[in-house]
């Protein structure tokens, strides 16, 4: 009930296209929805997080789909460039807890 | 306003010997996380600490591994007798309670256990 599920666990994506990357989870108490982007050698940064009370969060190029009911969420890289290569992270927390993180997807974009 | 900080950066040690990883959190920040990353895997929470308080240590192993967050000072995550296994990146993540969940992360020690 702890586990965030992400996938896939790789993706290679075009320069100007859409990169898609899906998590779900299970515990009903989870209210936070962070995502995370690393680079190699460096420690994990908030790209972007969202609460259940909204379906959809945009900054920028990023964007959160996030669906209740289905206990699902989703990030959304348009224009992808090759500087988003990084391995990207989801993740869920209930208020003031610990993050509980999915396995990572590592995104690679092609020049 | 500088960020989350940790030190060393790359700590060898040789198994047996004991490992002191240290965490200052971001100015203003009273609530310390420490997690472990192993190599092409997800953070693995291991403990939550406020103040001279441990809030849940649910992620720490059981034995050789423990943590502090004194009055002064920073956060200390300590690994005893290490062996092969704890060769990991450590990170420390840190967080207001004005800013929710919102946790901010250092740059992680680098174990590695010969």
């Known amino acids: 009930q702890q586990q965030v599920k992400q996938s896939p666990q790789s993706l290679i994506v075009q320069k100007g296209g859409i990169s898609i990357i899906n998590c779900a989870y299970e515990n009903t108490a989870f209210d936070y929805f962070p995502w995370y982007q690393q680079f190699p050698g460096k420690g994990p940064a908030l790209l972007i997080a969202?609460?259940?009370?909204?379906s959809e969060k945009k900054e920028g190029r990023f964007t959160i789909s996030f669906n209740k009911s289905a206990k699902q969420f989703s990030l959304h890289i348009m224009d992808s460039q090759p500087g988003d290569s990084a391995t990207y992270f989801c993740a869920a927390s209930p208020l003031d807890d610990k993050i509980i993180f999915g396995k990572g997807t590592r995104l690679h974009i092609l020049p | 306003n500088a960020g989350v900080m940790q030190n060393p950066r790359h700590l060898v040690r040789r198994r047996g010997q004991e490992a002191r990883l240290r965490c200052s959190p971001m100015?203003?920040?009273?609530?310390v996380y420490w997690y472990r990353q192993l190599p092409e895997e997800g953070l693995k929470f291991m403990v939550y600490l406020q103040k001279e308080n441990i809030i849940d240590e649910s992620g720490m192993p059981k034995e050789r591994f423990s943590a502090e967050f004194p009055k002064e000072g920073p956060s200390i995550l300590r690994i005893q007798q290490v062996v092969r296994g704890d060769s990991a990146a450590y990170f420390c993540?840190?967080?207001?309670?004005?800013?929710?969940?919102?946790?901010?992360f250092g740059p992680g020690t680098r174990l590695t256990v010969l």
């Open positions: 100015k203003g920040h009273s609530h």
């Open positions: 969202i609460r259940p009370d909204v």
């Open positions: 993540a840190s967080s207001s309670l004005s800013r929710g969940n919102e946790q901010f």
